[in-house]
Every structure is written in structure tokens, then in C-alpha cells.
């Protein structure tokens, strides 16, 4: 970002209303309509969206319409506009059937990225939805993605801000870019713990879009918000992200999606269990509150196909965790080292999705090696401080 447009970008933050932290429940960018609708009055609209667009009870497709205002067109993200789809599920094109308002996928394996018909259809897109913080959730790829249509096409981009669940600290390895994939977009820690708002700052800020793009862009805030606050998630984010807890393990537990070991997809505790038809029977990790699992994957809408399907699973059980616990512990590789080393698989237990997942060559190499949790996380504090420096400029919360 030129010191120019960094210095107009502040002034308009500037003139919103004040921003309070502690101050009563926060208060989400959707709400303060009072900021957005003067930018978007007469306009086509665009808005990317799911079903965790809702803010005090209302979907901001319903505010936008119920106010007058001519959306065009919605775009879906991985999981759908209804979020109902499973991870990867191929999801086609519709009509919202509430508002008759066409919805395009940007997660049908074919397109990620709107159409030159669409790119026309609207003025002003705006985004909200929930995010959870990691880099390798979708949904700030999809915005990436927006973005860059954006700059293109000299669209103007307003984000609608939403809490992180995982603001509250970063960890992991900042991604390799030769890993850059669908599950990993830019050169960001495992848990970067930015809200999207933020996230798209530093986007344009850093140069990250191809061709040294900037998209247009206004950033409504929420108030009443610090990375410190303990935001609960009032609407799932994606079917198998069911509570707060597999929220706070997923930075955890996600590796698994990389192994032949069933994380509890097709049951009643995803990303909150882990095992294997191979696993030693009955035997848990050795931590407080975690216990053997028994579980048998089955096929339902949220993953039509699990890992490990119609197999009996032995394995570990996390749910008797607490929230704190497991916020406390941030990326804890020690649930798959302990899994890695029951299955003796030695190199095969890994496939190279893994390295997508974590971003860096060396962490498969050290659980070879034997690290323990501890060894591997320390390589990577560098990362982590180095990162924290990078986006500070881009934070529009304290810390």
C-alpha cells in the first residue's frame, strides 16, 4: 500500500463512529449499516456470503433487500451458500429461493474465481462471512480471489468485519509459497490471528495480489472488539466445525486430513477424536481429560465419504477437553505424533497433502526423527515473531 492510499484509508477509519473496546456485546460490521449503506445506495451490489452472514437475527442478504438495495448476485464458497456441503463437495450454481437472487459457486472444481458476465453485473462487493483464522480455511481464499477480480475490474470491495475465534494468537510456519495450494493462498502462519478485514489490508498492503494489484477497498469494522475478546460463534462455520472446542483444536487436528488416521468425520465428534481400524485398541494419549475412543465412520450429508468408512476406528478422544485447555495450547502436533508412531508407518503415514496443510518441508522430516511437540513448534517461533512485526501496521484491533 502507497503511504497515500495508507494515509486515506486511515482517515476514513477515522471518521466512523468510535470504537470502544469492553464496552458491551460486540457489535458485528453487518450491524453498523449506518457506515455501508451510504457507499452502496444506488448501486448493483454483489455479495459473497453464507449461512453465517446473519447479524442480530437477520442474513445481510435480507438487510441488504428489505433496505432497497439491488443485489445482483450472491457468491458461494466451499460448503455453499447454505453451508451444507461437505469439505470439497463440488457445489453448482442456484437461486436463492427466498429473494430469487442467482447464486454462483466459487467452489464447483471448475470456477474459483467469477465470470466476466458477473464482474459486470455490480458495482460494489461486499463480503461477510465467518472466518476461523487459519490458513488453511477457505474462505479467505475465496475473498482473495474477490479481490483480485476486484482490482481488474476496478470494483470497489466493502468487508463487513467479523470476530476471529483464533484471534487471539498466532502460531505455526509461515507457508512455503512452493505449497501454495487451495488450502494455502498466502505467506501467512498456520493461525495468523487477523480477522478478514485484516487479512485483506495486508493483502493489498504486502503486494500479494498477481501483478502488483490493489483492490478497492473499505474495511467496517466491529465494535466493541479486541483480539482478546473470547468470541463464541452463535452459527457453525462449516458442518463439521460443530462447537467452540473443535474450533480450538482444528489448528490441532486438521493434519489428520493428510493421513490414513479418520479425525471423526461421518460421526458426532469431528476434528474432536482421532483413530484408526489399526490403532491399538483402547489405548489413549497419555494427557488430562483425554480418553479411548471406539467410533465407526459412516456416510451422512457432512462427509459423504469419511476416511476409515464403516470401519471400526480405536483411537483417542478429545472432547473431554476444555475450551481453555485447548485455547491454551495453541498447534499441538503431539495428538499426531502420537498417532504416527502407533501406526509404524515411518514415511507412508504421510501423504504430500501434509505439506500443504503445515506449509513447510521440515515438520514431517522432525516427526520422522522422533521430535517431540515441543522440539518441532520451537522452530518455528522466528516465523511467528517475524509475522506478528509484518502485519501490525494492518491491525484495526488491539492486541
Known sequence: ????????????????????????????????????????????????????????????????????????????????????????????????????????????????????????????????????????????????????????????????????????????????????????????????????????????????????????????????YTHQTRYRLPIAPSPNLQNMLAIYLYPSTCYFEATPVSLGRGTDKPFLQYGHPHMQKGKAFRERNTQPATFTPKSCPAALTPPQQDRKCFGTDLSNLTEEQAMQKGIDLSYLIDAYQQMALDNWFFSAFFEKLIGVSYVRKMIIQGKSAEEIRATWAQDVEAFRLQRKPYLLYEE
Open 1 to 224: 500500500m502507497t503511504k497515500r492510499l495508507l494515509i486515506a484509508f486511515l482517515l476514513f477509519m477515522l471518521s466512523l463512529p468510535a470504537i470502544h473496546a469492553n464496552q458491551g456485546e460486540v457489535i458485528l460490521g453487518a450491524e453498523r449499516t449506518d457506515v455501508y449503506f451510504p457507499l452502496i445506495q444506488g448501486k448493483n451490489v454483489a455479495l459473497l456470503s453464507n449461512h453465517t452472514g446473519v447479524a442480530g437475527g437477520i442474513h445481510t442478504l435480507d438487510r441488504l433487500i428489505e433496505a432497497g438495495m439491488h443485489v445482483t448476485a450472491i457468491f458461494s464458497p466451499e460448503h455453499g451458500f447454505r453451508g451444507s456441503a461437505g469439505a470439497g463437495d463440488k457445489v453448482g450454481d442456484s437461486v436463492d429461493e427466498k429473494t430469487g437472487v442467482p447464486i454462483l459457486s466459487l467452489y464447483d472444481g471448475k470456477r474459483m474465481r467469477p465470470s466476466d458476465e458477473a464482474m459486470r453485473q455490480f458495482d460494489v462487493l461486499i463480503v461477510d462471512i465467518q472466518d476461523v483464522g487459519l490458513r488453511f480455511y477457505t474462505y479467505y481464499i475465496t475473498m482473495c480471489r474477490l479481490m483480485q477480480a476486484c482490482a481488474e475490474y476496478n470494483k470497489l470491495m466493502i468487508i463487513l468485519d467479523r470476530p476471529n475465534p483464533n484471534g487471539f494468537y498466532v502460531d505455526g510456519p509461515i507457508l512455503d509459497m512452493k505449497y501454495k495450494s487451495g488450502v494455502g493462498w498466502l505467506p501467512i502462519p498456520v493461525v495468523h490471528g487477523m480477522t478478514l478485514g485484516e487479512l485483506a489490508l495486508m493483502v493489498n498492503g504486502e503486494h500479494w495480489l498477481d501483478n502488483n494489484a490493489f483492490c478497492p477497498l473499505t474495511v467496517v469494522p466491529c465494535a466493541n
